[in-house]
T-cell receptor, first 111, second 112 residues
Framework: GESVGLHLPTLSVQEGDNSIINCAYSNSASDYFIWYKQESGKGPQFIIDIRSNMDKRQGQRVTVLLNKTVKHLSLQIAATQPGDSAVYFCAETGGDYKLSFGAGTTVTVRA | DGGITQSPKYLFRKEGQNVTLSCEQNLNHDAMYWYRQDPGQGLRLIYYSQIVNDFQKGDIAEGYSVSREKKESFPLTVTSAQKNPTAFYLC???????????FGSGTRLTVV
């Protein structure tokens, strides 16, 4: 079936370095993508989104890149901080607004 | 402040019991959703409702039931038919103009 998945379940990054979290999706009809951050015991928080008519979108310290040709999505976090330690999920929808989530990548920031 | 409130934060259920998880939102959102999250896994859709008095099954609806009598409220009942109910349950809502969801803080259900 169609699914959204992340390439790596864990990522360890040195404080101050840039982080890159990857996500692959298989639903070619997907036209809206979102990255969420989930801290332990809490609900997911919106980070950034991108529509399929865009390749790149920047926020505060975060950038999302979309490659529709290979169905790949990535989240880049600049100057990673200890507060960035969390599980990151990509999610996609094809217009029916039912989000499908990947399994998540756990990011651990080393001091 | 507007948001979504889930209660209780922690819930313990004996085998064979039904339990109801509360989800209330004051965001005036039409659509509401229930997801289940197991350790190390992503979110799986249980039920969703696009409008009051209407709801649809998600991917893992067996053993669960919902109601949507008010726009603000979307309670989830975990019935005794759900064989493995221990999980973290997340409620979300969506503005009809936007595709992104706003999530509650979750209820952790444990069967004892």
């Amino acid at each position: 079936g169609e699914s959204v998945g992340l390439h790596l379940p864990t990522l360890s990054v040195q404080e101050g370095d840039n982080s890159i979290i990857n996500c692959a999706y298989s639903n070619s009809a997907s036209d809206y993508f979102i990255w969420y951050k989930q801290e332990s015991g809490k609900g997911p928080q919106f980070i950034i989104d991108i529509r399929s008519n865009m390749d790149k979108r920047q926020g505060q310290r975060v950038t999302v890149l979309l490659n529709k040709t290979v169905k790949h999505l990535s989240l880049q976090i600049a100057a990673t901080q200890p507060g960035d330690s969390a599980v990151y999920f990509c999610a996609e929808t094809g217009g029916d607004y039912k989000l499908s989530f990947g399994a998540g990548t756990t990011v651990t920031v080393r001091a | 402040d507007g948001g979504i409130t889930q209660s209780p934060k922690y819930l313990f259920r004996k085998e064979g019991q039904n339990v109801t998880l509360s989800c209330e939102q004051n965001l005036n959102h039409d659509a509401m959703y229930w997801y289940r999250q197991d350790p190390g896994q992503g979110l799986r859709l249980i039920y969703y409702s696009q409008i009051v008095n209407d709801f649809q099954k998600g991917d893992i609806a067996e053993g669960y039931s919902v109601s949507r009598e008010k726009k603000e409220s979307f309670p989830l009942t975990v019935t005794s038919a759900q064989k493995n109910p221990t999980a973290f349950y997340l409620c979300a809502s969506r503005d009809e103009r936007l595709a992104g969801y706003t999530f509650g803080s979750g209820t952790r259900l444990t069967v004892v």
